[in-house]
């Protein structure tokens, strides 16, 4: 301890210190009353030629009881002496041997015996297991920097002596920290087959079964199926994630989100309504609520539940996406819009703000920034599922089906079960396929001036997209499809198009025709 004026500079003082000791030392030291407690203070002996007493200090471990069914270790040191009582018990002379290398139980059985009845009389007996109340995010970042807490132990114990465990105790806390870690790497796969092995219960040659309950294990397994989107298998290890720390408010944000993807939308919202019955103001749980209420379409509550949420945590960007998503399905479209771009600010290297910014230019009509916006999605997460459906969907309808395919390809390669994913593949591979014989597939466009028909057959033959070029300047209906008249026949067109499309080749771009007082242009595509 250091005190510049209180305590004398580099001074030690021998003896014995219990940790027990150290609560009624420091309040005498800063003039508080005593608090009642099982220590003593020894304030009074530090000073220069003070020496603690050698008194008898209670010593126990009982994390390979607990966790591991093993037997209790408790032990007594007093007069130099260090006893652990246990299956093989233990006495060392701390004064000749603090290293605890040579086991003096045989040669002092009689210091042995002695200490074991003082021992024996302070023995209160086990207690029931808890996990402390904790933060799931903080025991999160402990998990991945190697902190891991173990699991505790379920059936009849063996009460085996904790030093033949050894290789068991590491073995189990080295696995669990692997499982974490490949989770923080994103590898969902490989996470949740480890941490499956171990949350699974194992059945011994005598019939017993052994159990381990590890927050870590159930948390971590949760998750990695929920990335998986695996909601159903998700359920039953974030609900023994609460059941063992029901204090962690993310825990029950997880749960209520594999219930809702497994189809147990009532169950969700139980969930979070116990989640804020001990956390008002958690403003992870209000938004969940507010996703679940946004899912069932009572879209008043889901308002409130998510402008509350926004108004705890102003830097969160998924609530700012969620609001996007409300506000667009009520039609207050610039609003959703600004929540969308508030989101990517907030969260510039997350996907899921220019998804939701994607998704409100869509609603407004502005395709091509649509686009965009999903493109700079994939920027910063390559595979993201949203992004590559959104985008996809602009393509096919924009008459761009070989751009198209290769994003639902990807998709279905990381999502395979993606709901309207493999449909939008199917339709993909269709428009690709070749017309049949006597059809040809063309684009149109149509303006009212021949100069800005000559125009546009500049760009195209310049190397402009024509689909571009008809969303841009056509005022034909199939403009907002790129002029995409899809796969006709000849005949299926009135003169002059019919003779102007027959003479054109694949790729090729037809001269300005006059019809009906307009301007039109075709390309022909297939």
């Not at 009849?156 to 923080?184: I, M, N």
């Not at 139980?270 to 749980?285: C, D, F, H, I, M």
């Not at 910014?357 to 395709?367: I, K, N, P």
Request: proline share 7%.
């Amino acid at each position: 301890m250091r005190w510049p004026g209180r305590l004398p500079a580099g001074l030690r003082v021998g003896g014995q210190f219990r940790g027990v000791d150290l609560l009624p030392t420091l309040l005498e030291l800063l003039g508080h009353p005593p608090t009642p407690t099982s220590g003593v203070s020894r304030a009074g002996l530090l000073r220069p030629g003070g020496k603690l007493p050698d008194n008898e200090a209670y010593v126990e471990s009982l994390y390979a009881s607990l966790h591991f069914g093993c037997a209790p270790l408790r032990g007594l040191r007093a007069e130099g002496w260090k006893y652990i009582d246990a299956p093989r018990a233990e006495l060392f002379r701390l004064t000749e041997d603090p290293a605890e290398a040579r086991n003096r139980i045989d040669d002092r059985a009689s210091v042995a015996a002695a200490m074991r009845t003082r021992l024996l009389a302070r023995d209160r007996g086990m207690v029931a297991p808890s996990l402390p109340a904790a933060d799931a995010s903080a025991m999160e970042r402990l998990a991945a920097l190697g902190y891991v807490a173990g699991g505790f132990f379920s059936g009849t114990p063996s009460g085996a002596d904790p030093k033949d465990k050894l290789q068991e105790f590491q073995s189990f806390t080295g696995d669990v920290t692997r499982g974490v870690r490949l989770f923080e790497a994103k590898d969902y796969e490989g996470a949740a087959r480890l941490l499956t092995r171990l949350a699974a219960s194992t059945r011994l040659p005598d019939g017993r079964v052994l159990e381990r309950r590890s927050f870590n294990v159930d948390y971590f397994l949760g998750r990695s199926l929920l990335e998986l989107r695996r909601f159903a298998e998700a359920v039953t290890p974030l609900a023994r994630a609460v059941e063992l720390s029901p204090s962690a408010m993310p825990a029950y944000a997880y749960l209520s989100r594999a219930q809702a993807g497994a189809g147990l939308a009532q169950d969700a919202l139980s969930t979070v309504e116990r989640g804020l019955q001990k956390a008002p103001n958690n403003a992870e749980l209000h938004q969940m609520k507010g996703r679940l209420l946004l899912a069932e379409g009572n879209l008043a509550a889901a308002r409130t539940s998510l402008e509350r949420a926004r108004s705890l945590d102003p830097q969160n960007a998924l609530v700012r996406v969620d609001l996007a998503t409300l506000y667009r399905n009520q039609g207050q479209l610039e609003a959703a819009l600004r929540e969308a771009e508030d989101a990517a600010r907030l969260a510039p290297d997350a996907a899921e703000g220019q998804v939701a910014r994607g998704l409100a230019l869509g609603a407004q009509g502005r395709e091509e920034a649509a686009a965009g916006a999903f493109r700079a999605a994939l920027q910063v997460s390559p595979d993201d599922p949203d992004a590559l459906f959104f985008l996809s969907s602009v393509e096919l309808r924009s008459g761009r089906p070989e751009a198209a395919r290769p994003l639902l390809e990807r998709l279905l390669g990381k999502a395979p079960r993606y709901p309207g994913a493999r449909e939008a593949l199917l339709a993909a591979q269709a428009e690709l396929a070749p017309p049949p014989e006597g059809t040809l597939r063309v684009r149109l466009l149509r303006v009212r001036e021949r100069e800005r028909a000559e125009e546009a057959v500049r760009r195209a033959e310049g190397g402009e997209d024509f689909g571009a070029l008809a969303r841009a300047l056509s005022e034909d209906p199939s403009a907002s499809r790129g002029g995409d008249l899809g796969i006709l026949r000849l005949t299926d067109l009135a003169e002059p198009l019919r003779s102007a499309a027959g003479v054109l080749r694949p790729g090729e771009v037809s001269p300005v025709v006059e019809v009906a007082g307009m301007f039109v242009v075709l390309k022909r595509e297939r």
